[in-house]
Protein backbone atom coordinates (compact mmCIF):
# COMPACT_ATOMS: atom_id res chain seq x y z
CA UNK A 1 0.00 0.00 0.00
CA UNK A 2 1.32 3.76 -0.82
CA UNK A 3 1.63 4.87 2.53
CA UNK A 4 0.47 8.38 1.58
CA UNK A 5 -2.75 6.33 0.73
CA UNK A 6 -5.33 6.87 3.66
CA UNK A 7 -7.96 4.25 2.09
CA UNK A 8 -6.42 1.04 2.42
CA UNK A 9 -7.13 -2.25 0.55
CA UNK A 10 -8.73 -3.41 3.18
CA UNK A 11 -11.29 -0.68 2.88
CA UNK A 12 -11.89 -0.98 -0.78
CA UNK A 13 -12.24 -4.70 -0.31
CA UNK A 14 -15.21 -3.71 2.32
CA UNK A 15 -16.93 -1.70 -0.19
CA UNK A 16 -17.06 -4.67 -2.46
CA UNK A 17 -19.61 -6.22 -0.41
CA UNK A 18 -23.03 -4.57 0.69
CA UNK A 19 -23.31 -3.50 4.21
CA UNK A 20 -24.50 -0.58 6.14
CA UNK A 21 -23.25 2.62 5.75
CA UNK A 22 -23.45 5.53 9.01
CA UNK A 23 -22.97 9.08 8.57
CA UNK A 24 -22.90 11.23 11.42
CA UNK A 25 -23.34 14.75 11.35
CA UNK A 26 -23.59 17.83 14.46
CA UNK A 27 -24.10 21.28 13.79
CA UNK A 28 -27.59 22.35 14.17
CA UNK A 29 -28.30 19.08 16.10
CA UNK A 30 -26.75 15.55 15.98
CA UNK A 31 -27.94 13.53 13.36
CA UNK A 32 -27.15 9.77 11.87
CA UNK A 33 -28.28 9.18 8.69
CA UNK A 34 -27.69 5.28 6.26
CA UNK A 35 -26.84 4.49 3.15
CA UNK A 36 -25.07 1.16 1.79
CA UNK A 37 -21.29 0.64 1.17
CA UNK A 38 -22.23 -0.17 -2.75
CA UNK A 39 -23.90 3.70 -3.19
CA UNK A 40 -20.00 5.65 -2.40
CA UNK A 41 -17.74 6.17 -4.86
CA UNK A 42 -13.86 6.72 -4.33
CA UNK A 43 -12.53 9.24 -6.45
CA UNK A 44 -8.63 8.71 -7.46
CA UNK A 45 -7.79 11.67 -4.81
CA UNK A 46 -9.66 9.46 -2.17
CA UNK A 47 -12.52 11.85 -1.57
CA UNK A 48 -16.13 9.81 -0.97
CA UNK A 49 -19.18 10.53 -3.22
CA UNK A 50 -22.33 9.43 -2.02
CA UNK A 51 -25.65 10.09 -4.06
CA UNK A 52 -27.94 12.03 -1.70
CA UNK A 53 -31.41 11.87 -2.32
CA UNK A 54 -32.53 12.82 0.97
CA UNK A 55 -29.85 13.54 3.95
CA UNK A 56 -31.67 17.28 4.62
CA UNK A 57 -30.52 17.24 8.20
CA UNK A 58 -26.97 16.21 7.55
CA UNK A 59 -26.76 18.85 4.49
CA UNK A 60 -28.79 21.44 7.35
CA UNK A 61 -25.48 20.26 10.04
CA UNK A 62 -23.10 20.09 7.08
CA UNK A 63 -23.86 23.95 6.82
CA UNK A 64 -22.51 24.52 10.10
CA UNK A 65 -20.08 22.60 10.80
CA UNK A 66 -18.34 20.54 7.97
CA UNK A 67 -16.73 17.62 10.09
CA UNK A 68 -18.76 14.35 9.70
CA UNK A 69 -18.12 10.28 10.67
CA UNK A 70 -18.92 7.57 8.88
CA UNK A 71 -19.01 4.00 9.53
CA UNK A 72 -18.89 1.05 7.39
CA UNK A 73 -17.96 -2.52 7.61
CA UNK A 74 -18.66 -6.31 5.78
CA UNK A 75 -19.15 -9.20 7.91
CA UNK A 76 -17.80 -10.97 4.67
CA UNK A 77 -14.22 -9.64 4.67
CA UNK A 78 -12.16 -11.10 7.50
CA UNK A 79 -10.44 -8.47 9.59
CA UNK A 80 -7.67 -8.36 12.71
CA UNK A 81 -6.58 -12.01 14.25
CA UNK A 82 -8.83 -13.49 11.42
CA UNK A 83 -11.84 -11.87 13.02
CA UNK A 84 -14.75 -12.71 10.35
CA UNK A 85 -15.87 -9.42 9.54
CA UNK A 86 -14.39 -6.17 9.41
CA UNK A 87 -15.58 -2.30 9.86
CA UNK A 88 -13.92 1.36 9.50
CA UNK A 89 -14.49 4.69 11.22
CA UNK A 90 -13.67 7.41 9.00
CA UNK A 91 -13.14 11.28 10.08
CA UNK A 92 -13.82 14.01 6.94
CA UNK A 93 -14.82 17.06 6.21
CA UNK A 94 -18.15 17.89 3.91
CA UNK A 95 -19.72 19.22 1.02
CA UNK A 96 -22.29 19.05 -1.00
CA UNK A 97 -22.14 19.13 -4.86
CA UNK A 98 -25.09 20.18 -7.33
CA UNK A 99 -23.38 20.37 -10.52
CA UNK A 100 -20.43 19.52 -12.30
CA UNK A 101 -18.67 16.59 -13.50
CA UNK A 102 -18.86 14.94 -10.44
CA UNK A 103 -22.27 15.74 -9.70
CA UNK A 104 -23.22 14.32 -13.64
CA UNK A 105 -21.12 11.12 -13.40
CA UNK A 106 -22.97 10.31 -9.81
CA UNK A 107 -26.76 11.63 -11.61
CA UNK A 108 -25.51 8.68 -14.40
CA UNK A 109 -24.73 5.56 -11.55
CA UNK A 110 -27.58 6.68 -9.42
CA UNK A 111 -30.57 8.49 -11.18
CA UNK A 112 -32.15 9.24 -7.91
CA UNK A 113 -29.75 11.51 -6.46
CA UNK A 114 -30.51 15.31 -5.96
CA UNK A 115 -27.14 16.11 -4.74
CA UNK A 116 -24.03 14.15 -4.12
CA UNK A 117 -22.08 14.25 -0.45
CA UNK A 118 -18.23 14.82 -0.94
CA UNK A 119 -16.34 13.38 2.29
CA UNK A 120 -13.02 14.73 2.02
CA UNK A 121 -11.28 11.77 4.06
CA UNK A 122 -9.02 13.02 7.04
CA UNK A 123 -8.68 9.19 8.40
CA UNK A 124 -9.86 5.84 7.95
CA UNK A 125 -9.29 3.32 10.71
CA UNK A 126 -9.55 -0.47 10.64
CA UNK A 127 -11.60 -1.06 14.01
CA UNK A 128 -11.87 -4.61 13.82
Given at each position: ?17 E ?62 N ?29 S ?17
Amino acid sequence: MNENRKLSDKFLEVLEHEGVVSITSWGVEVHVANTWNSYLVITDDERILIPAYALRKTEKNVDVNNKVKITLGSKDVVGYNDYQGTGFLVDGTARYISEGEEYDMMKEKFSFLTRVLEITVESAKQML
